[in-house]
């Protein structure tokens, strides 16, 4: 709860921060040309080129086989294992809770190389594959592939909101229907599947678009065989006529945002219409978990392949390749173990300061922008005018661009606006694109965080005497001080996971290793990727150890 | 026991984990008759109306219904919660969100295969006995608690279920309304001649709805009885402590008659009451007399001392009057206000428990 006038100031900085880079991307996409060039104007021909490139359609077409695909995998797969892991006596469920969450915080193109150097023609696990059944039955570069990846490492987003939403149904409606006279398979199907669906509506949603912003896996997986999706199309403009097609990369990028923005919308309607089933609950917390009986060991054998296929290949397949100089068939791997990846990258300025760079956008940029969450979330806290409900879109706007794109869009911001200009080859920028690109995330922790705050702790402050600001300094934020180091733990690992967002910011002095590994694979260094890779597990794994170590929850 | 009995409990204990909730509860139920589990919270009512229903896992003792044993640990029987046919209203009501309020109420009908039109003129019917039939079509956040509550029944009891268990179903009412619903479920209840056990910590709401009342206290039952045997007759100085507004003084065993023994209380004031402990002349004990049965008087006696009027404090029915003596606080009843000063203050001889 902050005065009028800071808080009017907060609001505006936000607005500017998410609507200049986004008005500058559609009216970029409107020019006929770069916009600092003088002879751009006014016109649509940038949407009439893409619009006659035949790539483009079939990019639009893989995005859509994507999209799609990988919600017919992730959301079953996502909602039975979130049932098996709440609501049955499966064995090791506590052990299998954190492994289950690792394919949110790897990189996805780290994954994406992960499974180039595990599955690829020559990766590990199909040479292996190859000495003992004599052929390979997979292609690692086909859409189908792409498709399946993509849909077995979302599994675990679709895990966190229906597990959730279980968890908050009241074991006593359950209740109500066994002593009914339901079974228990006509308890899932009467009463929980349908009290959850709403939350299973929501993720379809979220997956769906998560699946068009995707560019990290098909970027590496789709290169080879030329499949393309609309991200990666974009990515692919930027040298295709010659001289910097930005009015093109515009129009896909509106393009882009034409879907996902209504998504978004879409989403915060079915989120609305979730709560009033949440509402409802019993306060019964008891639960009895149901009894798997032989089941549980099919259900525990189907968790761990999974795990296998999405944790266990890619992570060990990357490991593995950052410490052997070369592999192939007939290689003997303890011939070719070497140390050189790592040394090649410490003796490189960039590598290090790539690394450097990463750490203190973690850390540093991580707390700046937990920070700035806090005070946008001030602004909001326990407020509903007019102000509030316009930062609850703001908020929620940069949701709909993708990564890429807005890294693309503040470049754009920081390279024409004069006085921001100097800050364009520093880690500012770089901070500043992945604090709005991770805002609706960040302020998602923030308000979950403010919201365990009782009202009458802040009533009680105003009536012996505190204005709004003294409430908020003395008694809100000292009293959230864990969930705000939780919050910066989780900002801290996707940060370090984030890449595309650096793609286009990536200049001396503002490396970082997710981009760095974007430019890197393009030149086909695989030798420092790989050790880069290791790298970066290597930091989201030690924000994880301290995540876990502090008991922060890795999801609501 | 008789053929009478409906629901019989023996012997019933459960624990989570190392804890032990009931040490062994033993219970009967008759047809036609409410029972209350009273008791402090945590005490375990909950768990054993949970442990009846086969929501709860006990490890010994057995529960039959109508002569069926729908639980016994020594014979391996654990009939399942949603085969033993009982109602039960959740304290939280656990009306399904997503059902209307006739898809609630029909629900168990249609898992019993009952016929469409059955099925609608029996929901109709229930509804109607509990005056909801023109919220049938409603979602269940659409009605007030006092509706919920009723929907929630009207669901336990469309089936007929020979035993209908119910969780604190007041509690969730507002304070006047909860006057109103306990007249009015009593009635509900015997009108429709149901076998009924109700759990509450309200030890006035247990003995206007009951029949007989089970005080249970740590997982095992402190006395059972009729209300006025529970009020009137408490065997423990728990008992008598928890049923009712007491005055409370402790003090040492001065002198024992039979079944009376005089107290000499730490506040000056010695006393003759009915002597329900075994303590021997000079040991420590307490003396409780219900608040009603405190007196005023004119002037000295048997069984009276003069303390010292604070305050009338009104009350709308009566006065309460508060007294010093020592260093405990007396309260007593009367119609009239007082005003402050020296009083006479009688305790009756058969009103005052020695425990
Ligand atoms: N799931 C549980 N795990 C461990 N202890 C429990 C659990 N549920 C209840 N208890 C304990 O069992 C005791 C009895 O609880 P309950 O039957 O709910 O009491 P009541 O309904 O009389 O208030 C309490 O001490 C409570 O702490
Ligand atoms: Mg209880």
């Given at each position: ?5 800071p808080?009017?100031?907060?609001v505006?900085?936000?607005?500017l ?5 986004l008005?500058l ?7 006929s ?8 104007k ?10 006659d ?5 079939s ?13 017919v ?6 909602a039975?294992?979130?049932?098996i892991m ?14 289950i ?7 996805p ?7 180039v ?9 199909s ?21 399946v990846?993509?849909?077995l ?23 109500a ?13 009467d ?5 959850v ?13 998560l699946?068009f912003?995707?560019?990290?896996l098909?970027?590496i997986?789709g ?9 990666t ?6 040298n295709?006529l010659?001289?910097p097609?930005?009015?093109?990369m515009?129009?896909v990028?509106t ?5 996902t923005f209504?998504l ?7 989120l ?5 089933f ?5 306060k ?11 089941w549980?060991?099919?259900a ?5 392949a999974?795990l ?6 890619p ?6 390749r ?11 791997l ?6 050189d ?5 410490f003796?490189?300025?960039t ?10 956008i973690?850390?540093l940029?991580g707390?700046?922008?937990v ?9 909001t ?6 102000l ?8 929620l706007?940069?949701?709909a ?10 470049f ?17 920028s770089?901070w ?15 308000q979950?965080a403010?919201?365990?705050v ?16 003294r409430v ?13 180091l ?5 900002i801290?690992?996707i ?5 595309s ?10 490396e ?11 030149s086909?260094?695989?030798d420092v990727?790989a ?20 008991g922060v929850?890795?999801h609501? | ?6 629901l ?7 624990s989570y ?8 509860v ?10 209350s ?9 909950t768990?054993l109306l949970?442990?009846?229903?086969g ?5 010994h ?13 020594a014979?391996?029987?654990?009939i ?5 046919d ?7 009501y656990a009306?399904?969100p997503?059902k209307t ?6 629900y ?18 229930a ?5 909801l039939d ?5 979602y ?8 919920q ?11 007929n ?17 909860r006057?109103e ?22 030890q006035?709401e247990?003995?206007?709805?009951s029949?007989r009342?089970?005080?249970?206290n740590?997982g095992?039952?402190?006395q059972q009885g ?8 408490p ?7 928890f049923?009712?507004s007491n005055?409370?003084?402790?003090g040492?065993?001065?002198d024992?008659k039979g079944?009376e023994?005089?107290?000499d209380?730490?506040?000056g ?8 402990t075994?303590?021997?002349i ?18 000295g ?11 009338s ?6 006065y309460?009057?508060?007294f010093h003596?020592g ?9 009239r206000?007082?005003?402050p000063g020296?009083?006479w ?9 020695i425990?």
């Amino acid at each position: 709860m902050l005065q009028t006038l800071p808080r009017r100031a907060v609001v505006a900085l936000l607005a500017l921060s998410v609507f200049f880079p986004l008005g500058l991307v559609i009216y970029q996409s409107v020019l006929s040309g770069p916009f600092f060039m003088p002879a751009a104007k006014l016109s649509l021909e940038s949407f009439a080129f893409i619009f006659d490139d035949p790539d483009f359609w079939s990019a639009a077409k893989n995005t859509f086989a994507v999209a799609i695909g990988m919600s017919v995998i992730a959301i079953p797969l996502g909602a039975i294992l979130a049932f098996i892991m709440v609501r049955t006596d499966l064995p090791g469920r506590k052990w299998l809770e954190t492994p289950i969450l690792i394919p949110i915080f790897v990189s996805p193109v780290v994954l994406g190389f992960g499974y180039v150097v595990s599955l690829g023609p020559v990766g590990f696990f199909s040479v292996w594959f190859q000495e003992l059944f004599g052929g390979v039955p997979w292609n690692i570069y086909s859409l189908a592939s792409i498709i399946v990846i993509a849909g077995l490492t979302h599994v675990p987003h679709v895990y966190l909101y229906s597990s959730s939403a279980l968890r908050n149904l009241g074991s006593d409606v359950e209740e109500a229907a066994r002593l009914s006279g339901a079974s228990p398979f006509r308890v899932a199907r009467d009463v929980s599947i349908p009290m959850v669906s709403p939350a299973l509506l929501y993720v379809g949603v979220l997956v769906f678009f998560l699946g068009f912003e995707i560019f990290g896996l098909p970027l590496i997986l789709g290169d080879p065989e030329g499949h393309l999706v609309l991200t990666t199309y974009l990515y692919k403009l930027t040298n295709k006529l010659g001289t910097p097609s930005y009015h093109l990369m515009a129009a896909v990028a509106t393009c882009i945002i034409a879907v996902t923005f209504p998504l978004v919308l879409l989403q915060r309607a079915l989120l609305k219409n979730a709560q009033r089933f949440v509402s409802m609950k019993g306060k019964s917390a008891r639960q009895r978990p149901l009894m798997l009986g032989p089941w549980k060991w099919l259900a525990f054998g189907l968790i761990l392949a999974w795990l296998f296929i999405t944790v266990v290949v890619p992570v060990s397949g990357i490991a593995l390749r950052s410490v052997v100089s070369s592999w192939g068939q007939g290689v003997n791997l303890l011939e070719v173990l070497t140390l050189d990846h790592f040394h090649a990258v410490f003796e490189e300025n960039t590598m290090i300061r790539s690394i450097i760079n990463s750490v203190l956008i973690g850390t540093l940029g991580g707390a700046l922008a937990v920070g700035g969450y806090l005070a946008i979330g001030l602004t909001t806290h326990r407020k509903n005018d007019g102000l509030s409900r316009f930062v609850d879109y703001i908020v929620l706007t940069p949701r709909a661009i993708p990564g890429l794109m807005a890294g693309l869009a503040v470049f754009w911001v920081f390279l024409f606006v004069p006085f921001l200009a100097p800050l364009r080859s520093t880690l500012f920028s770089v901070w500043f694109a992945y604090a709005v690109v991770w805002l609706a995330y960040g302020m998602r922790l923030i308000q979950s965080a403010l919201m365990q705050v009782g009202p009458e702790l802040e009533e009680a402050g105003r009536l012996v005497g505190a204005s709004n600001a003294r409430v908020s300094r003395d008694i809100t934020v000292p009293l959230v001080r864990n969930g705000l180091l939780g919050a910066w733990l989780l900002i801290f690992m996707i940060f370090e996971r984030e890449y595309s967002t650096g793609v286009y910011l990536l200049s001396p002095g503002t490396e970082v290793i997710g981009a760095q590994i974007v430019s890197l694979w393009a030149s086909g260094a695989v030798d420092v990727v790989a050790a880069l890779s290791l790298i970066n597990m290597a930091l989201v794994g030690i924000g994880l150890a301290v995540a876990l170590r502090f008991g922060v929850k890795l999801h609501d | 026991m008789t053929d009478k009995t409906i629901l019989s409990v023996d012997n019933l204990a459960l624990s989570y984990g190392s804890n032990p909730i009931l040490k062994g509860v033993s219970m009967q139920l008759k047809r036609g008759e409410v029972v209350s589990l009273l008791g402090p919270s945590g005490s375990g009512k909950t768990t054993l109306l949970r442990a009846v229903a086969g929501l709860e896992q006990p490890h010994h003792g057995s529960v039959t219904i109508a002569g069926r044993a729908i639980y016994d640990a020594a014979a391996n029987i654990d009939i399942p919660a949603e085969k033993r046919d009982l109602g039960l209203v959740f304290q939280s009501y656990a009306l399904w969100p997503h059902k209307t309020v006739f898809d609630n109420v029909a629900y168990p009908l249609k898992l019993r295969k009952v016929a469409q039109n059955e099925i609608v003129q029996r929901v109709h019917a229930a509804l109607k006995n509990l005056g909801l039939d023109h919220l049938a079509e409603r979602y269940p956040h659409q009605l007030s608690g006092g509706q919920q509550q009723r929907v929630s029944i009207a669901r336990a009891l469309v089936y007929n279920p020979p035993v209908i268990l119910l969780d604190e179903p007041l509690s969730n009412l507002d304070a006047k309304m909860r006057e109103e619903a306990r007249a009015w479920l009593r009635n509900l209840i015997v009108e429709m001649q149901l076998s009924a056990l109700v759990v509450t910590h309200d030890q006035s709401e247990a003995m206007a709805m009951s029949d007989r009342i089970l005080l249970l206290n740590g997982g095992v039952i402190e006395q059972q009885g009729t209300p006025t045997d529970m009020y009137g007759q408490p065997q423990t100085y728990f008992v008598a402590d928890f049923m009712g507004s007491n005055n409370i003084m402790t003090g040492r065993i001065g002198d024992i008659k039979g079944g009376e023994a005089r107290i000499d209380l730490d506040n000056g004031i010695s006393v003759w009451g009915l002597r329900r402990t075994n303590a021997a002349i000079g040991h420590e004990a307490k003396a409780v007399i219900r608040v009603e049965q405190a007196r005023l008087a004119d002037a000295g006696g048997h069984n009276r001392t003069e303390v010292d009027l604070v305050t009338s404090m009104f009350l709308g029915d009566r006065y309460e009057y508060v007294f010093h003596a020592g260093k405990d606080l007396l309260r007593s009843w009367g119609t009239r206000h007082e005003a402050p000063g020296k009083r006479w203050l009688e305790l009756p001889g058969d009103a005052v428990w020695i425990f």
